[in-house]
């Protein structure tokens, strides 16, 4: 069993930061990317941002410049601190992570979080 736990959201004025968790735990062998993942009211779920195990990032457009997403591979997490937060930042944020379970290290599999709201006010 593989659980994805997301902390860290919150009420922000605009121009305000936060900083988002996400905690890997359970049965997997390894975790190649990382990444979080949004979904405002009545609009589909979208990239925010990720991570390849080495480090290498991309962004969507409308956060780059604003937002930074790290991992720690030993601890098996991944980080996202928003800056200069907008109201469009407004969503539920979604952890995201493909891994190798060790009950089948052949086949990458998806986990997702169960979210964690982030309301930004103008």
């Known amino acids: 069993q593989v659980q994805l736990v997301e902390s860290g959201g919150g009420l922000v004025q605009a121009g305000g930061s936060l900083r988002l968790s996400c905690a890997a735990s359970?049965?997997?062998?390894?975790?190649?990317?990382m990444g979080w993942y949004r979904q405002a009211p009545g609009k589909q779920r979208e990239l925010v941002a990720g991570?390849?195990?080495?480090?290498?990032?991309n962004y969507a457009d409308s956060v780059k410049g604003r937002f930074t997403i790290s991992r720690d591979n030993v601890k098996n997490m991944v980080y996202l601190q928003m800056n200069s937060l907008k109201p469009e930042d407004t969503a539920v944020y979604y952890c995201?992570?493909?891994?190798?379970?060790?009950?089948?290290?052949?086949?990458?599999?998806?986990?997702w979080g169960q979210g964690t709201r982030v309301t930004v006010s103008s």
């Open positions: 991570i390849t195990r080495i480090g290498s990032t």
């Open positions: 995201n992570a493909n891994l190798y379970t060790t009950q089948d290290i052949t086949t990458l599999r998806d986990y």
């Open positions: 359970g049965s997997f062998f390894r975790i190649t990317a």
